[in-house]
């Protein structure tokens, strides 16, 4: 009795939010409504900015595209020193393995 | 006195334990390369695990019973887990071309010289999808490719490719005004996807809340799965318009810089992976890579169970953790 009506339940909700989450409709209203406030939140954004422009102060834009820049400067910096040191630990290697090898025939 | 129920109890006072031994081979930004060094090294075929980067990198390493990091390290394999780490505002600038370009690039160099050789990479979620797009641009960088509930065809990904749909959805919108996409958001879509589920879930451990067990391996499932960390704005915005809103992957007409993804470049052997009930990537829509992929060695494997259940069951995860292992076992033996 319990498992028909765990089960009538489970299906009333799966069908109604099923029908709810492919509703052209709803979603329709839904990313209006979406719309709106993330233009509401850009606008507010903009106005934040003029202000910190206004005090001759750097704003949150700026500030995020510079840590990026310097972030993917230091990532590709240091990938490529560690690199470069791996390749002349190699070359070093090799060399003295040389040395070694014409030492031998001498 | 008062006691609590084992389940609030366990909720309160739940620490996840790390469960494999790890050490950091290569980090940059809030990205990490984890090497499992719990086990000597065989010469086997190393693998590169990718997770989607709206989740914890540690739904591969979750707990002792259910750790495929820990299961293929321990038969031999080296093993490399990415963690994507956390994203926070100034990521909001990256960008999916740069993945590939930089990131992965950099990632699988290091791994690669780690190793001493090609590894095999290894994709989950939309950590497949990546792992495709990039050998799709460098077919040399590997040496063979898994994925697991990947998606592909972006047009039959069910709900999701409703929601994303370009009438309701402005990708750029969202991202110029939070910058980068909060988890609550991803979160809360997921769960929105079978809220039923998700009630008979709870009731679920309640019920058995007295075994420890069960209590201990639903903790650390549960905790996965509120652990979301935010998305790189700038990353979601083209994953979402480039894959989801105009199919371009599946379409065979994705550009990644001056890259052509087109999966017929593919031509390391190729294992997918697609769970049969799975409602966040339907087999559909995870299909297609078998299909179109340009590999002459190719497998599909379809097994019970969802989106995370396939990883995360007891009951499911064996078989999961065989299929992989005897693939990479037959593979080394022939050409990887």
């Given amino acids: 009795m319990n498992n028909k009506r765990d089960s009538l339940f489970d299906n009333f909700i799966t069908t109604y939010f099923d029908n709810l989450w492919t509703n052209s409709g709803y979603l329709d209203l839904m990313g209006k409504n979406l719309d709106l406030f993330f233009n509401a939140k850009k606008q507010w954004n903009k106005n934040m900015e003029n202000i910190l422009a206004l005090l001759q102060l750097p704003n949150q834009t700026m500030q995020q595209k510079i840590l990026h820049s310097l972030n993917t400067l230091i990532a590709e910096y240091r990938f490529e020193n560690e690199e470069m040191k791996e390749r002349i630990g190699q070359l070093e290697k090799e060399l ?11 | 006195m008062f006691t609590l129920s084992p389940l609030p109890e366990k909720m309160l006072s739940y620490q996840r334990k790390s469960v494999t031994p790890v050490e950091v081979i290569y980090s940059e930004n809030k990205l ?18 990718i997770p989607a ?11 002792q ?35 590939f370009l930089r990131v992965l690039k950099r990632v699988v160099a290091k791994v690669t010289r780690d190793a001493g050789q090609k590894p095999v990479l290894f994709g989950y979620c939309m950590g497949g999808t990546m792992a495709s797009i990039y050998l799709s641009c460098f077919p040399d960088e590997a040496s063979g490719l898994i994925t697991l509930t990947a998606p592909f065809d972006f047009s039959r990904a069910g709900v999701m490719a409703l929601w994303t749909d370009k009438k309701h959805l402005k990708p750029e919108n969202l991202v110029d005004a939070l910058g980068n996409v909060p988890p609550e958001m991803v979160q809360n879509g997921f769960v929105s996807l079978k809220p039923a589920k998700w009630l008979r879930k709870w009731e679920t451990a309640w019920k058995k809340q007295d075994n420890e067990k069960f209590l201990s391996a639903f903790m650390d499932l549960e905790n996965w799965v509120n652990d979301n960390v935010p998305f790189p704005g700038g990353v979601w915005q083209e994953y979402i318009k480039w894959l989801y809103q105009d199919n371009l992957f599946f379409k065979d007409e994705l550009m990644i810089g001056n890259h052509h993804a087109s999966l017929k470049r593919l031509k390391c052997p190729l ?47 064996p078989e999961l953790r065989d299929t992989i292992s005897v ?8 050409s990887l």
């Avoid at chain 2, 990490?32 to 695990?49: C, D, F, H, Q, S």
């Avoid at chain 2, 299961?71 to 993945?99: C, H, K, N, V």
């Avoid at chain 2, 693939?327 to 022939?334: E, P, S």
């Fill in chain 1, 96 to 106: 003295k393995e040389l040395k070694a090898k014409s030492l031998k025939t001498k």
């Fill in chain 2, 327 to 334: 693939w990479l076992t037959d593979k080394a033996n022939v």
């Fill in chain 2, 32 to 49: 990490r390369v984890l090497k499992a060094n719990n086990l000597p090294e065989t010469g086997k075929a190393p693998i590169l695990m």
């Fill in chain 2, 271 to 317: 294992l997918v992976l697609i769970a049969n009930e799975d409602h966040i990537v339907p087999k559909e829509c995870a299909e297609p890579l078998y299909e179109m992929a340009g590999s002459t060695d190719k497998t599909v494997k379809y097994f019970a169970g969802g989106h995370v259940g396939i990883i995360s069951s007891p009951k499911l995860f």
């Fill in chain 2, 53 to 63: 980067m709206i989740n914890r990198h540690y739904i591969l390493d979750l707990n």
């Fill in chain 2, 65 to 99: 019973e259910n750790s495929l990091f820990k299961e293929l390290s321990e038969q031999g394999f080296p093993i490399y887990l990415l963690d994507w780490g956390e994203a926070t505002p100034e990521d909001r600038w990256q960008t999916f071309t740069d993945i």
